[in-house]
C-alpha cells in the first residue's frame, strides 16, 4: 500500500526542489502570474485557488502544462519550515459546456478509483444552482484524500466550467 499519493507518478513528498524538477521533466513550467495572454477572470480563479487561505506555516508554486493530452494548471503546496510538499491542485479551468466537463470530471474519477485502494468515498452528483457547483466527491485512500468537483467560477460566461482536483497527503 502508497505511503503518500502521488502525481504523474511523482510522489507528493519530498523537497519543492525535488518535485519541481519531477514537473520540469514532465513538461511543465512555472507559470508567470503577469501574463498578459490569460484572462483576468481565469487570473482569478487561479489565484483563489492557489491560495494558502488560513494556513500561514504553508506555500505554494503554480505550473502550467499537460496532464493526459490536456492543458492545466497545477498548484504544489508545500510545508514552510521543512520545503516538503504536502498538496497539490490540479485544475482544468475554461472547460466549453456541462456535458464536456461531466464527462472528464467522471473519466477521473474513474481513473483514480482504478488505480488507488479506496477506503471510503462521499460523492454527490447533483447540481446546485446556488453555487454553479456540479459533481463532487470525496476519495478516502490509504496514503490520504483526493477531492474534485467541477465549477462555474466565472458566472458571466456561464458555458465554461473548471474541474478541480485536491491531492492531500495524511
Known sequence: MAKYLDFMGIPLSGPISQFQAQLFKKGFRIFSRTNSGIPRRTKELLDTLSSTGHQPNLKSILYTGQYEGKNCYLAVFYRER???????????????GRVTAKKLYYEFRQNIKDNYFVLNEIGKDTESNNNYRMP???????AGEIHAYISNYDYYEYYDFNLVIDYKNK
Open 82 to 96: 521543512d520545503n516538503v510538499v504536502n498538496k497539490i491542485k490540479l485544475i482544468f479551468p475554461k472547460i466549453p
Open 136 to 142: 463532487s466527491w470525496t476519495l478516502t485512500l490509504s
